[in-house]
């Protein structure tokens, strides 16, 4: 996938018989999906043209170009979707995608590096850094402002002050 994308939604399956697709957004907004068009498919072989339905239950019914029967959509199931960056709005100093976080370096604060980042996660307390450790598994870490005072994406590193154990 091209750095230059970031996934902004999945398709969880077919939702009635024409074709529509019950679709995941992974928007703050979720309806400004529609908007970050055309969508593309991981591996950008397939671009699609997203025109929003009604909200359902855990996401929003959409059509998407080309695909016109209940069958095509639920080929689709588990597609994740991406959009240009340069579609996306800009964020705030303190905010970041969280495609911008994967693959950055983690430091203590005194300078050891801890692992890098393998994922962004949330269950709904608040974003959680995994970070693959060396020969050590995976620890994850809440993504505050006390437990990483410091995000320097230009120089690929952030800079955490994890709780006393965490990364022993």
């Given amino acids: 996938m091209a750095k230059d ?3 902004v ?8 018989v024409h074709g529509e697709v019950r679709l995941k957004s992974f928007c703050a907004e979720p309806e400004a999906i529609a908007s970050y068009a055309p969508l593309f498919s991981e591996d950008g072989a397939r671009s699609f043209k997203v025109k929003l339905g009604k909200p359902i239950p855990n996401g929003l019914s959409a059509r998407l170009s080309g695909v016109t029967t209940r069958e095509e959509a639920e080929a689709l199931r ?7 960056r340069d579609r996306l709005p800009s964020l705030p100093d303190d ?5 911008d976080l994967i693959g950055l370096t983690v430091l203590d604060t005194g300078g ?12 709904g ?14 620890a994850l870490l809440p993504f505050t402002v006390a437990m990483v005072p ?3 994406l230009a120089a690929g590193r952030i800079i955490a002050d994890p709780p006393e154990g965490l990364f022993e």
């Avoid at 939604?9 to 009635?16: K, R, T």
């Fill in 5 to 7: 994308r970031v996934c």
């Fill in 9 to 16: 939604g999945a398709i969880a399956g077919a939702f009635g």
């Fill in 78 to 84: 588990g597609l994740r979707l991406y959009a240009d």
């Fill in 95 to 99: 905010e970041f995608y969280h495609a």
């Fill in 112 to 123: 050891t590096v801890l692992g890098r980042v393998s994922s962004v996660q949330n269950h």
């Fill in 125 to 138: 307390a608040g974003d959680l850094l995994e970070i693959q450790r060396p020969r050590k598994g995976n």
């Fill in 150 to 152: 410091t995000v320097d």
